[in-house]
């Protein structure tokens, strides 16, 4: 958990800490972006999203407010209650487009092989190449690999895309029973709908969700139900908390979130009641009248 001072007034942000291995190194190491803010693609929708690169692990910003609170942070009081909550997230979902891009399929054509430094070139998106070392040591899963000298060239590849997404498919699944002790009691088919939605948030119809969907014999429209929770978790939300949202679906909106309900009344103030800025006024020798 940490408060970052922000542009206007700090925020509070809780983080997972990056696993370390036995030598106490990070898995994937990238010192150059430790904390970074990094202005993305969201994988699914292409619009500007908010990621944070810790240690080589890149992490999802999520946006939780609540209608009325405020954080104590020691002796200081923030007076936006806002919360911030990064989540890993597979640095594969994020790449996928853009290495579909790359790739220039056509048709009957396979694509091109490219190398890194080009396909991380996105233009008004410099975050990206931040992500060349995470991208070297995980998108071999997906793509295929030429070697010519000390050059390496990446292209996409369907087949592998797809084990990858059956992959995750089978370990969300997994989870969800796990988690949800609801899901042991409907249709197997049922909740491999719910899974395929929670995918699908993070993938783009064509050609990947189709593709996943043809492979387990899925009609697509089927699984585009809304999911009643997410991995995000809902959990940390009140009843009348606003719903989770990206960090740039907020920076969108000019810093407000629509509502489709009415805000509770304000507890009416009591009259003796003290302003809460006394509580941290420094004690004076000077005796009371």
Known sequence: MAWCEGVEAPRLLIAPVPPITNKGENIIGNAN?????????????????CYILREGYL???HWFKQSYGSWFLGDYVCEDGSLYISTPID???????????????????????RQLDEILYVDGYP???????????TMNMVCELKEIGSSK????????????????????????????????????????KDVISIVGEYVKDEPWL????????????????ETTKTMTGQIFLE???EPCHTFQSKVENGGSMPSNRRQSKRPKTETNSQNIKDMFRRVTRKGTS
């Open 239 to 241: 009843n009348n908390s």
């Open 33 to 49: 972006a430790e904390g970074c803010l990094l202005s993305l693609r969201h994988p699914q929708s292409g619009k500007p999203a």
């Open 127 to 137: 975050g990206y190449q931040h992500l060349f070392s995470v991208a070297k040591d």
């Open 210 to 225: 189709a593709l996943l969907c043809s492979h387990l014999k899925l009609d697509i429209e089927e699984t585009r139900k």
């Open 153 to 192: 060239f990446f292209r996409l590849d369907n087949s592998r895309v797809l084990a990858w997404l059956c992959c995750k498919v089978q370990h969300l699944k997994a989870t969800l029973l796990e988690l949800d002790k609801n899901y042991t009691a409907q249709e197997e088919r049922e909740t491999l």
């Open 91 to 113: 640095p594969i979902f994020v790449l996928l487009p853009i290495f579909e891009e790359a790739r220039m399929k056509k048709a009957s054509d396979q694509g091109v092989f």
């Open 59 to 61: 992490q999802e910003l």
